[in-house]
């Protein structure tokens, strides 16, 4: 079992910045990814960033420029730098770690982003 905790959420205006750090317990494999989904209200869970081992990243066009996601494999952590935020940043962001050879996905619980305008 793998568990995710979020933290680095809050309030922040327009054009302001965020850093968000995950702490993962449990055995992460070499082959997991980590990265960063987001759901604002009524819309869909959306992939915001995600980062292999080696260091391989993608990220949604939304964000391309602004975030940058980065990744401890000796702590097992990942952050997410938001830089430029804008009011449709705002969200629930959630950590995640997918299991490649299993297909399985581990969530944390979340951290609140609010951009003002």
């Known amino acids: 079992q793998v568990q995710l905790v979020e933290s680095g959420g809050g309030l922040v205006q327009t054009g302001g910045s965020l850093r968000l750090s995950c702490a993962a317990s449990g055995i992460i494999f070499g082959s997991d990814s980590m990265g960063w989904y987001r759901q604002a209200p009524g819309n869909e869970r959306e992939l915001v960033a995600s980062i292999t081992n080696s260091g391989r990243t993608n990220y949604a066009d939304s964000v391309k420029g602004r975030f940058t996601i980065s990744r401890d494999k000796g702590k097992n952590t990942v952050d997410l730098q938001m830089v430029s935020l804008k009011p449709e940043d705002t969200a629930v962001y959630y950590c995640?770690?997918?299991?490649?050879?299993?297909?399985?996905?581990?969530w944390g619980k979340g951290t609140l982003v609010t951009v003002s305008s």
């Open positions: 995640n770690v997918h299991r490649e050879f299993t297909g399985s996905d581990y």
